[in-house]
């Protein structure tokens, strides 16, 4: 049971490329989140999904697009990068909303130059 | 949104020592979570706990939801445990968690 997988680990983009960081998890959950993480920042909400072809904003949305086509993946989309998009990003699951247990990814490490 | 404040936000310890790490929050919780973020960056889950208290080792938590607070107990400190500690608290009717901003613990040899 691989859980939650996150790729790429590691990327390092130009200013003005568009990248995909990809999601897939494998617990049937319904409940998929994106998170990012700066210094002193604990981890900011930046989109999720509570089901397949639903989603909504979370408190970073800016600069960034997701989908979900699937219940098993939810890729984040960088559309045009910028180096206030350094980061670590987080990709986590959910059975069903706040309430329930919630589990991480691995990270990506993103640096925009 | 709820409010989550964690503290302290910086202890270094000797290893063998014990410490108590605080989780407070704004709102009525359904379930809170505490996390250990490793020094290599992975967030691994160490507690689930809506109320009461569990145990797992040298671990241990309680959240008392009624007065919006919970505890991480370290017991016997080891420079493994070293990291950044987060808790989570989540509600029924919120699809996400909100995080405290950490507590960075560096236990030292």
């Known amino acids: 049971n691989a859980g939650v997988t996150q790729t790429p680990k590691f990327q390092v983009l130009k200013t003005g490329q568009s990248m995909t960081l990809q999601c897939a998890q494998d617990?049937?959950?319904?409940?998929m989140s994106w998170y990012r993480q700066d210094p002193g920042m604990g981890l900011r909400l930046i989109h999720y999904?509570?089901?397949?072809?639903?989603?909504d904003q979370g408190e970073v949305p800016n600069g960034y697009n997701v989908s979900r086509s699937t219940t098993e993946d939810f890729p984040l989309r960088l559309l045009s990068a910028a180096p206030s998009q350094t980061s670590v990003y987080f990709c986590?699951?959910?059975?069903?909303?706040?309430?329930?247990?919630?589990?991480f990814g691995q990270g990506t490490r993103l640096t925009v130059v | 949104g709820i409010q989550v404040e964690q503290s302290p936000p910086d202890l270094i310890l000797q290893e063998g020592a014990n410490s108590t790490l605080r989780c407070n929050f704004s709102d009525s919780v359904n379930n809170l979570q505490w996390f250990h973020q490793n020094p290599w960056g992975q967030l691994i889950n160490l507690f689930y706990i809506p109320s009461g208290t569990k145990q797992n080792g040298r671990l241990s938590a309680t959240t008392v939801a009624t007065e919006r607070y919970s505890l991480l107990y370290i017991s016997s400190s080891q420079t493994t445990d070293s990291g950044v500690y987060f808790c989570?608290?989540?509600?029924?009717?919120?699809?996400?968690?909100?995080f405290g901003k950490g507590t960075m613990l560096l236990v030292s040899p």
């Open positions: 986590a699951s959910n059975l069903r909303g706040g309430n329930t247990e919630a589990f």
């Open positions: 999904s509570v089901g397949a072809g639903i989603t």
């Open positions: 617990m049937n959950h319904e409940y």
């Open positions: 989570a608290p989540g509600m029924s009717g919120y699809s996400t968690l909100t």
